[in-house]
């Protein structure tokens, strides 16, 4: 497996992703990607990629894509459920259905806070929900909840 930096013709990727990081539960009734990925709350996560302070990996097994982590900054009129402020990056991660459980979405994540680190970022925020096993991946990094109980679901990590 090697990780190299996202670029804007991953664009596709991300989006088959950013899809899956949403219907992680995997149900049927899920709906469409195409709708899903136009919703106000989502588009926000994909639209004008390659504005300042976007970035991203990819993970590749034999030239496949197999996971992307990315981040974004916000601002507090536009933003996804993670965001915390604009100083922070929202970061959103998956790794396709047959390659998780493997250390990939570690090593992305790892990936990503070593280039926040490089490039002075203090914290990043995500979203995510209680039951989702991805949770326990994110406290093992040393995540932590941000005012649990409001509902949004939010966990930071100071990287400074
Ligand atoms: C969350 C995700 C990116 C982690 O990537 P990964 O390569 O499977 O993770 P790793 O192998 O590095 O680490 C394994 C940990 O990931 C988490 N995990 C989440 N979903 C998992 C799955 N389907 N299979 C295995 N591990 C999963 C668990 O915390 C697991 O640790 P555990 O074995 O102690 O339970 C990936 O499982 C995924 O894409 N899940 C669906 C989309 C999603 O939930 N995205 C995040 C939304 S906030």
């Not at 396709?96 to 493997?102: E, F, L, P, W, Y």
């Not at 994110?138 to 990590?157: A, I, S």
Request: aromatic share 10%.
């Amino acid at each position: 497996m090697t990780i190299r930096e996202l670029t804007g013709d991953d664009l596709p990727f991300l989006r088959e992703m950013l899809y899956a990081a949403l219907d992680w539960r995997d149900r049927w009734w899920f709906p469409p990607r195409r709708l899903v990925l136009r919703h106000p709350q989502v588009v926000v996560f994909h639209r004008d990629w390659g504005r300042a302070g976007d970035a991203g990996f990819v993970a590749e097994e034999d030239g496949r894509a197999v996971g992307a982590v990315w981040w974004r900054l916000f601002t507090e009129e536009a933003h996804g459920e993670g965001f915390v402020d604009e100083e922070t990056p929202e970061l959103a991660i998956a790794v396709v259905a047959d390659a998780r459980g493997r250390g990939i979405g570690r090593a992305l994540m790892e990936a990503m806070h070593e280039h926040g680190r490089r490039t002075g970022v203090a914290r990043v925020s995500l979203s995510v929900e209680p039951e989702n096993p991805a949770k326990r991946l994110y406290e093992r990094l040393g995540y932590v909840d941000h005012e649990p109980g409001d509902g949004l679901g939010r966990m930071t990590l100071d990287l400074a």
